[in-house]
C-alpha cells in the first residue's frame, strides 16, 4: 500500500502527463487551424485574382462579336445562362457570385452585340445599358416559293413551317397589305383559284430584321419591296398587254427556265410566240407546283393532272405565280427579246439553252441533249 506521500507524488505524475499530453493536442489543433486559415487565405486570394482576371477579361478563348437577347423579366440565372450559351462568359455560377457582390445597374432586357469571352465588368456596363435593336440578315433566295419562305420563317422566327404559312395567308393580314398596297395587290384579292395568294409578291432579297421583327412585319417588308419594283418599271409595263399579275406570273417560270440574263429575255420571247399562238406553255416548273413537288424530269402522268396550274394541258398563264421571281426574271418578262423561235431545250449538265423554231428541230435537240427516256415531254 502506498502512503499518503507517494500518492501525492503519483498524483502529481499523472497531472504532468496529463498537462503534457493537452499541451501536445493543443500545439497539432492550433497547427491544423493555422494550416486551414492558410488555406482559406490562399483559396481567397486565388478566387480574388481569379474574379480580378474574370472582371477584366471574362474568359480566356478567342474574341468575336455575337448577338445575345436577354428577355424582358430574365433572372440571373437565365441571362448567365444565355451569356454562357453565346460564350460571351465561360462559368455561370461565377457570373452570378459577381452580380451578387457588385454594385451594379439593373439589366436591361433588349438586344445586344457583345463580344466573346469579355469581362464581367464589360458585360455588365453593356447590359446595364439598352443598346439599339441589333440586326441579322435573313436571306430569301430568288425563286423560293411561298412554302420555302415559310420555312426561312419558321427558322428564323423558332417557329414551325406549318404556324409560318398559316400567318402569310391569313386573311386579315391579306387585307390588311391590300389596303396598303392597292395596286400591287388588285389581282390576288378574291381570287379564289390562287393556292397562295402572296405567291410571286414576297420579293427575294436579303432583309435585316430585328428581334422586335414578326411574320407580318416581315412579309410587309418583301411586299414593300415588291411594290418599288412595280413602280420602278410601271411604265415598261404600259407598254405590255400583261398585267402586273401576269408579268410576275411570266417572270416566276423564266426564274427557273434559264439562268442568264440573254437566255431569260430569249426564252421570254419565246413564251410569248407560244401564248399569241394560243400554245399551251408546257413549262415543267408548272407541273412541278401543279403536283407541289419538285422533279428534274417529269412523266406522262405527270401532265394528267387537273390542275389550273397545270400549263401542259392549259393554255395561258394559269391562275397566278409559280415562286417569287427575282428582278432579272422580271425584266425578261417586261423585255422579251423578239424571235421568232417557238421552242426550246436545256441542257441540264451546262445550263446552256438550245432554241428551235419547228417541232421536228426541236426534237433533234432533245435527242442530243436530254436522255431518251425524257425526250418525249421537251417540248417547250
Given amino acids: 500500500m502506498f502512503n499518503d506521500e507517494e500518492k501525492k507524488k503519483r498524483v502529481k505524475r499523472d497531472q504532468a502527463r496529463v498537462n503534457a499530453l493537452e499541451k501536445q493536442e493543443n500545439v497539432q489543433a492550433n497547427r491544423i487551424i493555422r494550416w486551414i486559415i492558410i488555406t482559406l487565405l490562399l483559396i481567397c486570394i486565388v478566387f480574388a485574382l481569379l474574379m480580378g482576371t474574370l472582371v477584366a477579361t471574362g474568359g480566356f478563348g478567342e474574341e468575336k462579336e455575337t448577338q445575345v437577347t436577354i428577355p424582358q423579366g430574365a433572372s440571373a440565372s437565365q441571362i448567365a445562362h444565355i451569356l454562357n450559351e453565346n460564350d460571351v462568359i465561360f462559368n455561370e455560377s461565377l457570373f452570378k457570385i459577381y452580380l451578387r457582390l457588385s454594385n451594379h445597374d439593373p439589366i436591361q432586357a433588349g438586344s445586344y452585340q457583345l463580344k466573346t469571352s469579355s469581362g464581367f465588368g464589360e458585360v455588365m456596363n453593356q447590359l446595364s445599358h439598352a443598346q439599339g435593336p441589333a440586326t441579322q440578315a435573313v436571306l ?5 416559293n411561298v412554302e420555302e419562305i415559310a420555312q426561312v420563317m419558321a427558322d428564323y422566327f ?10 402569310i395567308n391569313s386573311e386579315d393580314l391579306l387585307a390588311e397589305e391590300a389596303a396598303k398596297y392597292p395596286e400591287l395587290l388588285k389581282d390576288v384579292v ?16 436579303t432583309y435585316e430584321l430585328t428581334q422586335s421583327d414578326t411574320v407580318e412585319s416581315f412579309v410587309d417588308k418583301m411586299l414593300a419591296a415588291s411594290e418599288t419594283i412595280r413602280q420602278k418599271y410601271s411604265d415598261t409595263l404600259k407598254q405590255q398587254r400583261l398585267s402586273w399579275h401576269e408579268i410576275l406570273t411570266l417572270a416566276s417560270i423564266i426564274e427557273k427556265e434559264a439562268s442568264t440574263d440573254e437566255d431569260r429575255k430569249m426564252v421570254s420571247g419565246v413564251f410569248y410566240n407560244r401564248l399569241a399562238e394560243n400554245m399551251p406553255l408546257q413549262s415543267d416548273i408548272t407541273l412541278n407546283y401543279a403536283h407541289n413537288e419538285h422533279s428534274t424530269y417529269v412523266t406522262i402522268e405527270d401532265t394528267m393532272i387537273d390542275s389550273p396550274y397545270n400549263l401542259y394541258q392549259n393554255t395561258g398563264l394559269g391562275p397566278g405565280p409559280f415562286n417569287n421571281p427575282s428582278e432579272s426574271a422580271i425584266q425578261a418578262a417586261l423585255n422579251p427579246t423578239p424571235n421568232d423561235y417557238m421552242y426550246f431545250v436545256a441542257d441540264l449538265s451546262t445550263g446552256n439553252v438550245y432554241f428551235s423554231k419547228t417541232y421536228e428541230e426541236h426534237d433533234q435537240l432533245v435527242q442530243e441533249y436530254v436522255s431518251p427516256e425524257d425526250a418525249k415531254l421537251q417540248e417547250q
Avoid: C, H, S, W
Avoid at 190 to 205: K, S, T, V
Fill in 158 to 167: 423558332g417557329i414551325t413551317q406549318e404556324e409560318a404559312l398559316k400567318r
Fill in 140 to 144: 430569301v433566295k430568288e425563286g423560293m
Fill in 190 to 205: 378574291n381570287n379564289d383559284q390562287l393556292r397562295y395568294p402572296l405567291e410571286g409578291y414576297l420579293f427575294p432579297a
